[in-house]
């Protein structure tokens, strides 16, 4: 299974609200996850099986979708949410997808 | 506390050979299938092989396939990755990870240079 993220980059402001969205190439069936990696950090796990999100991730990320199409969103960004943001699928085998970098506007 | 630890990255020649290692502790090693993913220089996470619990069943993507061999000591608690025959696009930090999305644990990654 392939996926594609977008976009690659992403410029917003501290406040707005975000969504990054990851496409697969098949059914996931909800083995959807999203890690966030800052520079020179192993990454950290999110949300995982679409929309659960992980113990001690603040509740402004949260995760949806269905099939094929996945979108995580950042209800209001803080300046620490500055990272690259990989989805990941665990349904068939194990996939990530090319990242989305969120940059300040 | 979980912690994983990889060892054994470096700078290596083309078609040289290197084993990693990951080094787990603080759960029991033995219940968790594990991960190698890796990340090359500004690029994105790339998964590279897992293993089962008892080592018993190995999975590789196609560019590492018949290159490099997952093994595990359970015994040791230890997660190991023999790479052979190494191309300058093996060039990347290497990750060992557990394979449960309930019990999401990395490490912090070893570097490994391919280059003459």
């Known amino acids: 299974i392939q996926l594609t993220q977008s976009p690659s980059l992403l410029s917003a402001s501290v406040g707005d609200r975000v969504t990054l969205s990851c496409k697969g190439s098949?059914?996931?069936?909800?083995?959807l996850a999203w890690y966030q990696q800052k520079l020179g950090e192993a990454p950290k796990l999110l949300i995982y099986?679409?929309?659960s999100l992980q113990t001690g991730i603040p509740s402004r990320f949260s995760g949806s979708g269905s099939g094929t199409d996945y979108t995580l969103t950042i209800s209001s960004l803080h300046s620490e949410d500055l990272a690259t943001y990989y989805c990941?699928?665990?349904?068939?085998?194990?996939?990530f997808g090319g990242g989305t970098k969120l940059e300040l506007k | 506390e979980v912690q994983l630890v990889e060892s054994g990255g470096g700078l290596v020649q083309p078609g040289r050979s290197l084993k990693l290692s990951c080094a787990a502790s603080?759960?029991?090693?033995?219940?968790?299938?594990m991960h190698w993913i890796r990340q090359a220089p500004t690029k994105g996470l790339e998964w590279v092989a897992s293993?089962?619990?008892?080592?018993?069943?190995?999975y590789y993507r196609d560019s590492v396939k018949g290159r490099f061999t997952i093994s595990r000591d359970n015994a040791k608690s230890t997660l190991y990755l023999q790479m052979d025959s190494l191309r300058s696009e093996d060039t990347a930090t290497y990750y060992c990870?557990?394979?449960?999305?309930?019990?999401?644990?990395w490490g912090q990654g070893v570097m490994v240079t391919v280059s003459s």
């Open positions: 098949q059914n996931i069936n909800n083995y």
């Open positions: 099986k679409t929309n």
């Open positions: 990870a557990t394979d449960d999305i309930l019990f999401d644990y």
């Open positions: 603080g759960f029991t090693f033995s219940n968790y299938g």
């Open positions: 293993i089962s619990p008892s080592g018993g069943s190995t």
């Open positions: 990941y699928q665990y349904n068939n085998g194990w996939t």
